[in-house]
């Protein structure tokens, strides 16, 4: 049987959070989760909390008839890219769910459902990428305990609880495809399954988890992918800098796939076990902790993929415009 409503094979997601089932029926989540301190829950066990589970086909809607169908039916946004809607786990994907196109537009507002809201104005204190023993995969905002923390693009809170390293963290999937995080929380005033729109109040700043001192970690993630948000958003005008933004698998490879670029960086500049683990060379410009000798042939280009850093990065650190003439033996902070 085959109701009017329903396209045929339709997929469609039971969300019992909706209903306020939500505690009970998933077994791992309630309120009180939500503004945990740090070490509160080190020891509690992970637990998937996989709502895909309610996953129902519009043939089994259609027997419930057109009342119950308008009150349990909701879609999770962009259920059309995403197989789970998981809200234990930050990062719940597979890689059989990442991003292996080519390419992808991702249009990121549209005036009818999706709007663009900058999550804190503040200035960037760290940015995406390698940092001295781990990648760095959101951009660090300044930002003081307390402030209050928005949502970025419409769509629907995914996760919000503490879990290690993020402290107090909201996770929100969007209508354009993205997943955004907001790190260090120190008040969590969202549930999962929560329709929020940009701008929306999401928490308060602070310092939970693995910070030192009050700042927001911010991430844009695709298909669990993280993107260096400064590709997107204008920090110090507080807009988008692009509607469209091109995703291309070239990018992934060479920008944002921080372990991978960090493992072929120790491999490319030959470092020894013992050099790796000490971290304190950095060879091929024969250079001490932190600072590269610029060789003959080298461009900020280079430099800037070799030593795992961005050209703006190296610019901002020293004092160098991008038509910079380089001399070899120079010395570049890193
Ligand atoms: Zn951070």
New binding site residues.
Partial sequence: MQHPKIVKNFICILSLSCLGFFSTAAGTFSPDDRNKKPDDDKKAKIKRDDTTKQVIQSEMLAEAGDESIDTVQILFPSHDLYSSWDTSMAHPYHFYEAFKGDSVIITLTQTADCGFSMPFRGGIT?EFGWRKYRP?Y???IDLETGDSVVNAFDGMVRMAKYCSGYGNCVIVRHNNGLETVY?HLSKIMVEPGQTVTAGGALGLGGNTGRSSGS?L?FEMRYLGQALDTEDFLDYSKGTLKTNTFTLRKSDVENKYDLRALHSRHKRDIGLTRAERKSGKYVKGGKSFKGIYKIRSGDSLGTIARKNHTTVKALCKKNGLKLTSKLRPGQKLKI
Avoid: L
């Fill in positions: 760290s760095h959101g951009t660090d790190g700042h970690h």
